[in-house]
């Protein structure tokens, strides 16, 4: 997948929604997205270091570039929330992103039309990139964007692992988080061109607490409210209880669904076929052995009960998520899912000899570097982090300004090591700098 004189460039969690409709020039009250300016100048100082330094960049996108959840069902046709069972839905989501987005698109497509590679890697909020049609037509945007249609021959869509022998694994990040885990990623409903895709109970709690926030604040003027106070307020006002019954209701039968779908995913027979029949072909094609990738399908099993146990212990603890300032701490004693994860897949991979110094994941909006050995420079697990806002109107987050963080890899002919560092974009100097307290 990658050159030796390769430079890997990784960011992740941009949740691009509608943006600002480019007919009233109204932002929509979903966005946290707001930096699609710094973004443009971020590639765009790429494009111009490879010219004036003589190296290759490669752009990773690691998963939650768009956010389909978060288009609203008046934007496209029908699907508001959810995962849409039909093409047509998911598209006209991608066109009203793009429109709301104009210069990320457009940055992208002078990024691939200057020569360097576009992988994208979908999350749990763009899961429909996915179906051939949706990817098609993300690939004809980029493409577009840029001036050129050849570029689209440089853009590629990665379902699940991004794996470069002897350097690095990367994915997303979902399939270890419990509420976002899809139980069959790769499976039927995911892949074809019409069907549902099942989606994840934290897609239905997305949906749930977005239908709770405009029903207490229609207008949307108030501060954005995460889980812990719309539920307060909902309990602290009876008569809203009862208007937004139906809402808990539909969130009921959404637990249950997942009850239902996670026992029938969980059955041996039912996880064996998946697993011969769809992951054994998928690893030939990545590079990766079988029995590790269905060691690491292994990895993500997590139950219902596990699931509604772990929920019960936290409930909702954040009132938003928001991008994060790094931290560099052994593993020992403060893993969470993802560094678990990622000591666990570097173990698996070992066992089929195709261990990689790094790992890359997203989702968790935390940039982090985190040794997985204690004592030992690698393995190292890396987060990119993300670039949104999740505040009123794009307010930045209350702990600093915004933080623009990525993972770059380097690995150079003639050097033993490659060498890997968490940084962020100084929109406002133009640098690149090592994010603080990283360890980068």
Known sequence: MGGADETIIVVSDFHLATGR?????????????????????????????????????RLLILGDLLDFLRVRAESADGAGGQPSAQDRTTLAKLEWIAAGHPHVFEALGRFVAAGFLLDVVPGNHDIELLRPAVQARFVEIVARSGGGSRAASAITVHPWIFYVPGLLYAEHGQQYHDVNA??????????????????????????????????????????????RSLLQAVRERPSLMLRTAPLHARFAAAVLGEMSKRSRFG????????????????????????????????????????????????????????????????????????????????????????????????????????????????????NSGSWTTFGPRGAAPDDGPPCFTYVKIAHQSGTAIPSAHVLLWNDATGRHEPLPSAGS
């Open 182 to 227: 899809f139980p069959a990623l790769l499976g039927p409903g995911s892949t074809q061109q019409s069907g549902q895709i099942e989606p994840p109970l934290g897609s239905h709690l997305e949906t749930y607490l977005r239908s709770l926030r405009e029903a207490i604040d229609p207008a949307g003027g108030e501060k954005r409210l995460g889980g």
């Open 21 to 57: 409709d480019p007919r009233t020039g109204v932002v929509d009250r979903e966005e946290s997205f707001f930096h699609d300016e710094a973004f443009t100048r971020f590639l765009d100082d790429l494009i111009r270091r490879a010219a004036t330094e003589q190296r290759r960049f």
């Open 267 to 382: 059955r041996p027979t039912v996880r064996a076929a998946y697993r011969d029949e769809v992951l054994r072909p998928y690893a030939a094609v990545i590079g990766l052995d079988p029995d590790a990738v269905a060691a690491i399908d292994r990895l993500s099993a997590i139950s219902f009960w596990q699931m509604t146990t772990r929920l019960a212990r936290r409930a909702v603890t954040r009132s938003g998520v928001r991008g994060g300032r790094g931290t560099d701490r052994p593993l020992v004693g403060s893993a969470t899912y993802l560094h678990r994860a990622a000591l666990g897949i570097h173990r698996v991979l070992e066992v089929s000899r195709q261990e990689v110094p790094f790992y890359v994941f997203g989702h968790a909006h935390r940039a982090e570097r985190v040794p997985l050995v204690l004592g030992a420079a690698v393995p190292v697990y890396l």
